[in-house]
């Protein structure tokens, strides 16, 4: 289950508030080169998180974190990942994060006007297909598959509900 929208940079706050209905953890995908990944306790922290990378230098601003509601279960592991320094700017490494019912959330922040919204998350059947090649994910029976696509519906909605408000 999937959607991207381009919204308008003033809705971001909504999303957010969608993000956080419930009882998530919210966290980076992927930390930057040689830190560890970052936690967004609240909806304060992932708003700074936002303007940091819109401070940023880089040409292509973005923001891609994983969410995951308590009441979906699950197990979702840390994995270090090793980089080559040469095309790294030296780094040796950095960690993601895994987990077969994470929802995706992808932020484009280029251009600060109008802003891509992404949200993506597997299904039970995708899991279940690809358990196989990554058994360190443990079961995706372990999550509740339901809750997982109430949750990620439920985001979706206001993403759409947002494009329309525009």
Not at 4 to 10: Q, S
Not at 15 to 44: C, L, M, T
Not at 133 to 138: D, F, G, N, Q, Y
């Amino acid at each position: 289950m999937q959607r991207e929208e381009t919204i308008l940079f003033e809705s971001i706050d909504t999303i957010i508030e969608a993000i956080y209905e419930g009882n998530p953890s919210v966290f980076e995908a992927y930390s930057g080169y040689e830190r560890e990944i970052r936690y967004f306790h609240d909806k304060q922290s992932l708003i700074e998180y936002i303007s940091e990378e819109l401070a940023n230098d880089s040409k292509h601003k973005s923001v891609y974190c994983l969410v995951q509601y308590s009441e979906t279960g699950g197990f979702v592991r840390k994995r270090k990942v090793q980089l080559d320094p040469n095309r790294c700017d030296g780094a040796t490494y950095r960690y993601a994060m895994e987990g077969w019912g994470l929802i995706q959330v992808q932020i484009d922040l280029t251009d600060r006007e109008r802003v891509r919204v992404r949200f993506a998350v597997n299904s039970e059947k995708r899991a279940n297909n690809w358990a196989g090649v990554a058994p360190e994910l443990k079961s995706p029976n372990l999550w509740n598959w339901s809750l997982v696509e109430k949750n990620a519906r439920r985001m979706i909605r206001v993403l759409r509900k947002n494009v329309k408000a525009q």
